[in-house]
């Protein structure tokens, strides 16, 4: 069966703090996908990041940055100076490649950055 | 922003009614899927397409169907509305199978 647990269900830090969410994924399959998206408050659902398993290489995009281990079963994300537009709920999802990317999602990160 | 449309944005029905829930595309593309979001569940895939008049079942399918007569549009149907079944329900495709998904604004559906 294949599970995401984010364990952190709230983080809340100061502004300009760095934050860590993490993510750990469960799977038998040796190709799959991994997403990260964001829900602001507004409720929408945006992409930011995906990655296939055969690419272990981190990726850093402005202040966002993705840690992908696969020997940890992990792809967590780090803020960088975290600035209260990114205080949102944040969601890792794990993709199966079995005729459509059927999404398994984390239970989601609630991220408050306090001014 | 990829064009996806959901309609209604909200809607408060009550128990044993049915309901039709629409997802709209103008991007062509082939896989759209149906989510609920249910607090401490994240997302939960309940139905989704691989092209007209091709779906299949997601991990909470019961109580749940599906259509898809045309490219663009895909519905979703409550046949019986129950409380457990109060959720915000998106809507999301993807061009391929080995793509990321884009997501519509969202539908609040409320049975009392």
């Known amino acids: 069966a294949q599970k995401v647990t984010q364990a952190q269900t709230e983080i809340s830090v100061v502004e300009k703090e760095d934050v860590t969410l993490d993510c750990v994924y469960e799977?038998?399959?040796?190709?799959?996908?991994l997403f990260w998206y964001k829900q602001p408050p507004s409720g929408e659902l945006v992409f930011l990041i995906r990655?296939?398993?055969?690419?272990?290489q981190n990726e850093i995009s402005g202040r966002y940055s993705w840690n992908f281990q696969k020997s940890t079963s992990s792809f967590n994300f780090t803020i960088t100076a975290s600035q209260v537009v990114d205080s949102a709920v944040y969601f890792c999802?794990?993709?199966?490649?079995?005729?459509?990317?059927?999404?398994?999602f984390g239970q989601g990160t609630r991220l408050t950055i306090n001014p | 922003d990829a064009g996806i449309t959901q309609s209604p944005r909200h809607k408060v029905t009550e128990t044993g009614t049915p309901v039709t829930l629409r997802c709209h595309q103008t991007?062509?593309?082939?896989?759209m899927y149906w989510y609920r979001q249910d607090p401490g569940h994240g997302l939960r895939l309940i139905h989704y397409?691989?092209?007209?008049?091709?779906?299949d079942k997601g991990e909470v399918s019961d109580g749940y169907s599906v259509s898809r007569s045309k490219t663009e549009d895909f519905l979703l149907t409550l046949e019986s509305a129950t409380s457990s079944q109060t959720s915000v329900y998106f809507c999301?495709?993807?061009?391929?199978?080995?793509?990321?998904?884009?997501f519509g604004q969202g539908t609040r559906l409320t049975v009392v």
């Open positions: 999802a794990l993709g199966t490649i079995q005729g459509a990317q059927k999404l398994v």
């Open positions: 799977t038998r399959d040796t190709t799959y996908y």
């Open positions: 990655r296939n398993s055969f690419d272990e």
């Open positions: 991007e062509n593309h082939r896989y």
């Open positions: 397409s691989y092209g007209v008049k091709d779906t």
């Open positions: 999301a495709i993807t061009p391929d199978w080995n793509t990321e998904a884009f």
